[in-house]
């Protein structure tokens, strides 16, 4: 057989190539990893430090309006484009325009622990997915990558801080797909996702993190009765996610159309927070609420928390306050849930954990996802129960989402199939 030099050249050069772009890969995704379970870990530690602080000094909720005036005015001012949270990440990945400014990360740090510290009630997952989503797109002019590839780098951050800050890596891989509603997929990004997910979610855990643990002591036969009844509770899940949904963009139009100055909407959102927490007798609605949702797994919930905690967390999301919605969801998913559970004739748990997906789900139009956090949350047993739920509840809750920018890039979809 005659040697071709030719051949082999071309062969040995490609084999460099795929070898080299393999390294630079390797070393993208451990760095944005470590780098955003390193924040996450800082995030939550300070987070947690904020909410102690807060409980031990119950007056700090009378700085609420305070708190809300320097976040107002800080985003009025030096904002910009970050206004937008989360929706301009989702923007830029369908519409790339210019990279995520920096400023972002440290802005929504602020922004969310400000509004802890003073009781307002909102998440943290907005924190995590901006955070994570700034910090992994600055890669994208150090290693000089191409729009596609700048699309994974997205990805890879929105996985990495959602995994992070829920430990729930598996979730967080499928998060970041749903959130892009699966467009512009590229096979090549599923491997650095995966791993940047994982990476940050130990990298999170080795800085000492604990996440909280929800115990399901219960599991429903599957009977005919128990999957129709937990075909209506996913109904009222959606329903539920729905009522959020619109809660939440009614406060923000009341305040945009009643308010010309932008800072002053936090203030004054804050001053009516403070007033009808004091009318109804209860702080269970500041802040993230987690022993609330710790106890909706074991005690059934009465009526009207998943609806105050709908209404104080829709309030203080509209006026401009910063956060996430997703543990708020969580609360008033499992709160529901444990609520139902006594007239559906299930057990508590069970219950509270659908709900706790459930509503999130129809909130967020992320099924797939949701279904995998229940599985590592409360164990792959419920996996059948937990995906009915979850898509019930998706469908019911229409086509509207809490990132606006997710529901108008799929209607300008759909008009173009049409068309």
């Known amino acids: 057989m005659q040697f071709n030099y030719h051949n082999f050249k071309e062969a040995f050069t490609t084999e460099h190539t795929l070898l080299s772009l393999s390294i630079r890969w390797g070393f993208i995704v451990i760095l944005v990893g470590v780098a955003i379970g390193s924040v996450s870990a800082l995030f939550l530690h300070l987070l947690e430090l904020v909410t102690e602080i807060r409980i031990e000094h119950a007056y700090l909720l009378y700085g609420l309006p305070i708190g809300g005036l320097s976040i107002g005015l800080l985003y009025h001012y030096y904002g910009g ?3 937008k949270g989360n929706n301009l990440i989702i923007e830029e990945y369908h519409t790339p325009d210019k990279t995520i400014p920096f400023k972002m990360f440290p802005l929504v740090l602020i922004g969310t622990l400000t509004t802890h510290l003073f009781g307002g009630s909102a998440g943290r997952e907005g924190t995590a997915i901006q955070m994570g989503g700034t910090i992994a797109d ?5 290693f000089k990558l191409d729009p596609e590839d700048r699309d994974t780098l997205l990805l890879m951050g929105i996985s990495a ?9 598996i979730a967080g891989i499928f998060f970041a797909f749903e959130l892009m509603l699966f467009k512009k997929f590229n096979i090549k990004a599923i491997l650095p996702v995966i791993i940047t997910a994982y990476i940050s979610h130990y990298i999170c855990i080795l800085w000492g993190i604990n996440h909280t643990v929800y115990t399901v002591d219960a599991l429903a036969s599957y009977s ?30 009341l305040f945009t159309n009643f308010i010309t100055y932008p800072p002053l909407r936090p203030f004054i959102g804050a001053i009516i927070f403070i007033i009808l927490i004091l009318l109804i007798g209860s702080t269970d609605y500041l802040g993230l609420g987690v022993p609330i949702i710790v106890n909706s797994f ?10 105050l905690k709908i209404f104080f967390t829709s309030l203080t999301l509209g006026a401009g306050f910063k956060g996430g919605e997703v543990t708020p969801l969580f609360f008033i998913g499992a709160t529901l849930g444990s609520f139902l559970s006594i007239y559906l004739d299930l057990p508590v748990s069970l219950m509270a954990a659908l709900g706790f997906v459930a509503v999130f789900s129809g909130a967020t139009k992320t099924p797939i996802a949701c279904t ?7 164990g792959i047993e419920y996996a059948i129960l937990l995906a009915l739920t979850c898509f019930i509840a998706y469908r019911v809750s229409g086509k509207q989402s809490v990132y606006n920018s997710q529901y108008k890039n799929n209607n300008k979809t759909s008009v173009s199939k049409l068309n």
Request: net charge neutral; charged share 5%.
């Open 138 to 142: 600055q890669f994208t002019s150090l």
């Open 224 to 253: 005919l009765t128990t999957l129709a009844s937990i075909a209506l509770a996913g109904i009222l899940f959606g329903i539920t996610a729905y009522l959020f949904i619109h809660s939440t963009k009614l406060w923000n139009k």
């Open 298 to 307: 074991t005690y059934q919930m009465v009526w009207n928390v998943f609806l």
């Open 372 to 378: 995998f956090m229940g599985m590592e949350l409360f």
């Open 161 to 169: 801080g959602f995994a992070s800050v829920f430990g729930t890596p």
């Open 81 to 83: 484009e970050t206004n």
